[in-house]
Antibody, heavy 126, light 107 residues
Framework: QVQLQESGPGLVTPSGALSLTCAVS?????????WSWVRQSSEKGLEWIGE???????NYNPSLRSRVTISVDKSKNQFSLHLTSVTAADTAVYYC???????????????????WGQGTLVTVSS | DIQMTQSPSSLSASVGDSVTITCRAS??????VAWHQQRPGKAPKSLIY???SLQSGVPPKFTGSGSGTEFALTINSLQPEDFATYYC?????????FGGGTKVEIK
């Protein structure tokens, strides 16, 4: 059974950077999944942050693109989120998640979510 | 961005009832809709994809329907574990977007 587990600091200072890691167990990050981050706050509800494929393809939410980097570490079988210049508006529960892929005619694209981590609360405060 | 509008935002029902939640997309998204369940303090759990296909292990009491811009999730024979918040989500185009949620409460 594939499981995702987030880890990282629960408190980040304003203007600093937020870094979270998602450990993947029961599957390889090089499998046919797009590795994603989603956050949830009372103000914005569920908000998709972005996703990355193990070969390097990535998609980001335009509202966060200038501050976000998602990376995949095949040696550790994990993927990570890095968000810079954080403010109180970035306070949220952060979930790692995964979308499987749909392949047709030799082209594969991300499809629907089929995996979620348990989530981790990150508070931005001094 | 594609806006996903759910209604109602909350509803009350009794154990054994059936309820229907609707979701409207701001543009045609074919059947690229998923539904997720979130119990209090827990992560979302994916129930349905492609508007009407059940994720593995999800009981058939959950039924999804619709295409284009109008979608619905019906939950039959509500049980205590079904009282939760439900979200629709489109994956037709980036950025992926979610509805505001429908909280199903016990009457």
């Amino acid at each position: 059974q594939v499981q995702l587990q987030e880890s990282g600091p629960g408190l980040v200072t304003p203007s600093g950077a937020l870094s979270l890691t998602c450990a993947v167990s029961g599957d390889s990050v090089s499998s046919g999944h797009w590795w994603s981050w989603v956050r949830q706050s009372s103000e914005k509800g569920l908000e998709w942050i972005g996703e990355m494929y193990h070969s390097g393809g990535a998609n980001y939410n335009p509202s966060l693109r200038s501050r976000v980097t998602i990376s995949v570490d095949k040696s550790k079988n994990q993927f990570s989120l890095h968000l810079t210049s954080v403010t109180a508006a970035d306070t949220a529960v952060y979930y790692c998640a995964a979308r499987n892929e749909y392949c047709s005619g030799g082209v594969c694209n991300p499809w629907y979510f089929d995996l979620w981590g348990q989530g981790t609360l990150v508070t931005v405060s001094s | 961005d594609i806006q996903m509008t759910q209604s109602p935002s909350s509803l009350s029902a009794s154990v054994g009832d059936s309820v229907t939640i609707t979701c409207r997309a701001s543009q045609d998204i074919s059947n690229y809709v998923a539904w997720h369940q979130q119990r209090p303090g827990k992560a979302p759990k994916s129930l349905i994809y492609a508007a009407s296909s059940l994720q593995s292990g999800v009981p058939p009491k959950f039924t999804g329907s619709g295409s284009g811009t109008e979608f619905a999730l019906t939950i039959n024979s509500l049980q205590p574990e079904d009282f939760a918040t439900y979200y629709c989500q489109q994956y037709k185009s980036h950025p992926l977007t979610f509805g505001g949620g429908t909280k199903v409460e016990i009457k």
